[in-house]
């Protein structure tokens, strides 16, 4: 079979599980210049690899779909079960919950559990989670089986990303990177829409029905692909840092969440807010210290290069952004416009699709010419969709709305093929899993943020605009005017930070 990196040097051998000794040892050694990424990948036949990288990013495509799905059903989710909209908004918050929980601990899973392993039990978890919302008796089940999903997708998502780093040459992981790109990208922007269809049409129930089969197809693809040694080694589970993590970003992302209510209900808010501030303190404190005997969590080390510290800022502007946009739109276009549910996910498709077919073109791009030229434009045209989406009001042609949607879609395109890549190119590869799951762990905090940001201001500003006497559609959209700009503020500091990204030295 043919063997991808043919024609280029050899790959270097398979690692071997490390010894405490060596992990001792190379933990002591104090901060310096990052290690060298090396140049090339382990040899896999190109038949096994793309399986590999296609198993795992069709598995992160159903999880991160499934993040937003339900987004366009929670009404009739409420009303099959009774409960109010606080309660249903749980389903959302605690998917949001768990994958901040999780995520952080990926860093320890990938290091100390094979490829293979994390695979089968991430797809079991999703597949379990979503067999359990299909006969769901009670709320409180339903809200179970979105925990189990959440934990399959927070073990995906940075396993996708760590093995595209390890195992894709050097030469094609721009490429590659834009196709995952789509995965991270596409899969909230066509949720609603694939939502709005099936809940039109049938039960909300036929959400997770559909999602079945496709798991369980995954789940089977990687089973046959994945047969690759793994460099696992027997690290130490720190269950302080666990507790600490766990307070940390679940009690942050909780606050984020219900950080609208703060000025009615300020108590849970607040509390939530302080004890994740004081846990992160602490978490970052004690990881420090434990990193010089490699018996940390989540290694910080990768914040020491500045393209990656810049790259998980723009990331979290990126998914802030992109989940804010998605959930304002909806609601200002169906309660201010009239407009249905399937009139807005139409409208949502458009960009969802441009973003499919550019993600490998910039990808390329990437691959010859580095991060800047993917990088710069793409946070300009996120900008750009962002202020011209103030620009909207009640009479803005629908077709006007799609085109900024689409320039919005393709500099999100730009940013998410290139950030990654960016992120974890000058940081030594044994770090890798720890860098996937701090990217990842901000993309969930990003995006809990900027759907918070979005959501308080536009609601804030239309009630008040009510409550003097205006008409719901001109509070709808002078909110929404508002909470663009704040999206236009933040994604143009994104700009700033695209032009500090700099290209890792390729070392052949």
């Known amino acids: 079979?043919?063997?991808?990196?043919?024609?280029?040097?050899?790959?270097?051998?398979?690692?071997?599980?490390?010894?405490?000794?060596?992990?001792?040892?190379?933990?002591?050694?104090?901060?310096?210049?990052?290690?060298?990424?090396?140049?090339?990948?382990?040899?896999?036949?190109?038949r096994q690899l793309v399986g590999i990288i296609g198993a795992l990013a069709l598995g992160a495509f159903l999880m991160i779909l499934n993040e937003t799905v339900l987004t366009v059903a929670l009404p009739s989710i409420m009303a099959d079960y009774g409960v109010s909209a606080a309660a249903g908004q749980w389903l959302t918050?605690?998917?949001?919950?768990?994958?901040?929980?999780?995520i952080p601990?990926?860093?320890?899973?990938?290091?100390?559990?094979?490829?293979?392993?994390?695979?089968?039990?991430?797809?079991?978890?999703?597949?379990?989670?979503?067999?359990?919302?299909?006969?769901?008796?009670?709320?409180?089940?339903?809200?179970?089986?979105?925990?189990?999903?959440?934990?399959?997708?927070a073990i995906v998502m940075p396993l996708l990303m760590s093995t595209t780093l390890t195992l894709v040459p050097l030469r094609h992981r721009g490429t590659v990177m834009g196709l995952n790109s789509i995965v991270i990208a596409v899969g909230p922007a066509i949720g609603p829409t694939v939502s709005g269809i099936v809940v039109n049409s049938l039960s909300w129930h036929w959400i997770f029905v559909g999602m079945t089969p496709l798991a369980v197809l995954i789940l089977v693809l990687g089973?046959?692909?994945?047969?690759i040694p793994s460099a696992t080694r027997r690290v130490p589970l720190d269950v302080p840092s666990v507790v600490l993590s766990v307070l940390a970003f679940g009690g942050l992302v909780y606050a984020i969440s219900i950080f609208g209510d703060v000025l009615t209900e300020p108590v849970l808010p607040l509390a939530g807010a302080a004890i994740g501030l004081v846990s992160l303190a602490a978490f970052v404190a004690r990881q420090i210290g434990l990193a010089r005997t490699g018996g940390e969590l989540l290694n910080l080390q990768p914040f020491a290069n500045r393209t990656f510290s810049l790259s998980v800022a723009m990331i979290m502007i990126a998914m802030g952004t992109l989940l804010g946009t998605v959930v304002i739109l909806p609601i200002f276009l169906?309660?201010?416009?009239?407009?249905?549910?399937?009139?807005?996910?139409?409208?949502?498709?458009?960009?969802?699709?441009?973003?499919?077919?550019?993600?490998?073109?910039?990808?390329?791009?990437?691959?010859?010419?580095?991060?800047?030229?993917?990088?710069?434009?793409?946070?300009?045209?996120?900008?750009?969709?962002?202020?011209?989406?103030?620009?909207?009001?009640?009479?803005?042609?629908?077709?006007?709305?799609?085109?900024?949607?689409?320039?919005?879609?393709?500099?999100?395109a730009m940013l998410m093929t290139g950030l990654l890549s960016a992120a974890l190119s000058d940081v030594p590869q044994r770090l890798y899993g720890h860098g996937s799951a701090i990217f990842n762990t901000a993309q969930q905090l990003?995006?809990?943020?900027?759907?918070?940001?979005?959501?308080?201001?536009?609601?804030?500003?239309?009630?008040?605009?009510?409550?003097?006497?205006?008409?719901?559609?001109?509070?709808?959209?002078?909110?929404?005017?508002i909470a663009f700009l704040v999206g236009g503020v933040l994604a143009t500091i994104a700009v700033v930070c695209s032009l500090f990204v700099t290209r890792a030295p390729q070392r052949h």
């Open 1 to 46: 079979m043919t063997n991808i990196a043919e024609g280029e040097a050899a790959p270097p051998a398979p690692p071997t599980s490390a010894t405490p000794a060596d992990t001792a040892a190379t933990s002591a050694v104090p901060p310096g210049p990052p290690a060298p990424v090396p140049a090339e990948a382990p040899a896999l036949p190109r």
């Open 93 to 102: 918050t605690g998917f949001l919950l768990t994958m901040a929980v999780v």
């Open 105 to 153: 601990t990926t860093g320890f899973l990938l290091q100390r559990f094979p490829m293979r392993a994390l695979f089968v039990f991430a797809l079991g978890s999703f597949l379990a989670g979503t067999l359990l919302a299909i006969v769901a008796p009670v709320f409180g089940v339903l809200l179970a089986a979105r925990v189990l999903q959440a934990v399959g997708t």
């Open 223 to 227: 089973i046959v692909f994945i047969k």
């Open 334 to 412: 169906q309660n201010g416009s009239g407009l249905s549910t399937l009139t807005i996910g139409m409208m949502l498709l458009p960009g969802g699709l441009v973003q499919v077919a550019v993600g490998p073109i910039f990808g390329r791009v990437f691959d010859r010419h580095g991060p800047r030229p993917v990088l710069i434009p793409g946070a300009l045209m996120l900008a750009l969709g962002q202020w011209l989406f103030t620009t909207i009001h009640p009479d803005t042609a629908l077709g006007l709305i799609v085109a900024f949607h689409t320039v919005f879609c393709i500099g999100l």
């Open 446 to 481: 990003g995006g809990a943020i900027g759907t918070t940001i979005f959501v308080t201001v536009m609601s804030t500003v239309a009630l008040g605009r009510t409550d003097g006497g205006a008409p719901l559609v001109d509070g709808l959209f002078e909110g929404a005017h």
